[in-house]
């Protein structure tokens, strides 16, 4: 499922499948992407690159879940590469960076950027 929040600038997605379940947070207010995967128990950040990402009043509900599901969260793609989060900010000014929904997404999980 997916919901949009103009007004906030964010999308939330929520797959639920079996051990492939996972909620993820576009927040283009603060230009990052946070996907917590549950089998992992690990939160996943990256910038949001607005070459392949699509804009907030781009995106239309079936048409974005649709291309998402095939390709983003397609177990047969690897399309990015992440290191674990050691940040030379303290922790509170990460959240600051990162904005208020990914915190409450990923807080008490290690991060990996």
Excluded at 19 to 25: K, L, P, R, T
Excluded at 64 to 90: A, C, I
Aim: net charge positive; glycine share 6%; hydrophobic share 35%.
């Amino acid at each position: 499922t997916m919901t949009v929040h103009n007004e906030k600038h964010i999308v939330e997605v929520h797959v639920r499948s079996g051990v492939y379940s996972s909620d993820s947070v576009f927040d283009y207010s603060h230009g990052y992407i946070a996907t917590r995967l549950f089998s992992r128990n690990a939160c996943f950040i990256m910038k949001i690159n607005k070459n392949h990402a699509p804009e907030l009043r781009e995106i239309g509900r079936l048409d974005f879940e649709r291309e998402t599901m095939k390709k983003v969260y397609s177990p047969n793609n690897v399309w990015v590469q992440f290191q674990s989060g050691h940040s030379v900010l303290d922790r509170m000014k990460d959240w600051v960076l990162y904005g208020r929904s990914i915190e409450q997404l990923c807080t008490g999980l290690p991060l990996y950027q």
